[in-house]
């Protein structure tokens, strides 16, 4: 055996060369085996209370080998991994996924309601007028206006337009109404007022009625003497034929006036209407008189 000799050139750098790869190699050893800084116990494995799970019965020889050796092996934790393959069943969503919540858009502000004017109280008192209800196609007639207040300078108005107005006393106006202002049914308004309208009061109605017609229709004329015509009226309702000269009342109320080829002349008594019925064929029916032939009339020359 050759020994080291120190004196030679590059001997003592072989030597410290030597000792540090030595010194490498037993802390890689230990550091491989004990590690640094944990005790001896963590290397060992844990220990359980009974014998590991296999995934196959273990035999009687391997139990006394694993018992007689000491060390108890968990083979479980290198068993392998048995994926079922099958997904659990997950109920449908409560709601939908795609919502989202969307703020409500801001209220728009309330503008406070701005309370009204009172009307003023008018400074004159219409109460009624008389007649308030009348018959359209009538003659003149007198209005009569009852209130409070009334002033000889006030005058009555029917929709706007002035009338003649005869002032009786502080409660009681009178107008006369001409025929044309009820010439067709309708509502007209009444007002009591001044020329400059400062002295006012407030509205009150006239109610236009149409007025009852004759339930006839003119269906023929016979001349029997001169100057005395016979006219045939139908009732619109019975179909009744009814024979009247001039001066006859029919149903109560139309008295017949004139009498031509043309048309039928009837005026109402109680309200003084005039209504013109004019030559009609009319309802014939096999009773009716219109429905008859007519006689044969023999030549003046014929001989017997």
């Given amino acids: 055996m050759e020994f080291i000799d120190l004196s030679k050139p590059g001997e003592k750098k072989k030597v410290l060369l030597a000792g540090i790869l030595g010194l490498v190699a037993i802390l890689f050893l230990w550091w491989t085996f004990f590690g640094f800084g944990k005790s001896n116990s963590s290397m060992k494995p844990p220990a359980t209370a009974g014998p590991a799970a296999s995934p196959t019965p273990a035999t009687g020889e391997t139990r006394a080998s694993n018992t007689s050796s000491g060390v108890v092996a968990d083979i479980a934790q290198f068993a392998e991994i048995v994926y079922p393959g099958s997904t659990p069943s997950v109920g449908e969503p409560n709601r939908n996924i795609f919502a989202y919540y969307e703020p409500p858009p801001p209220s728009a502000p309330v503008a406070s309601a701005i309370p009204a004017t009172p009307t003023p109280t008018p400074p004159v008192l219409l109460a009624a007028v008389n007649p308030a209800n009348v018959y359209a196609k009538t003659a003149d007639f007198t209005l009569e206006a009852s209130g409070d207040k009334f002033t000889p300078d006030l005058r009555i108005f029917v929709d706007n337009r002035e009338l003649p107005t005869k002032y009786i006393g502080p409660q009681q106006l009178a107008t006369t109404v001409p025929a044309a202002f009820i010439a067709n049914p309708g509502t007209h308004q009444v007002v009591v007022r001044n020329q400059d309208g400062r002295i006012y009061s407030l509205p009150v109605s006239i109610n236009v009625a149409a007025p009852p017609t004759p339930n006839f229709s003119y269906v023929g004329i016979v001349s029997t003497v001169p100057r005395v015509d016979v006219a045939y009226l139908q009732d619109r309702s019975s179909k009744d034929i009814l024979n009247v000269q001039r001066g006859d009342v029919v149903a109560g109320r139309f008295r017949v006036t004139s ?46």
């Fill in 259 to 304: 009498i031509s080829e043309k048309e039928i002349v009837l005026v109402d008594t109680t309200l003084k209407i005039k209504h013109n019925l004019a030559m009609t064929e009319g309802d014939k029916n096999p009773t009716s008189p219109l429905n008859r032939p007519t006689p044969k009339v023999d030549a003046e020359d014929d001989e017997p």
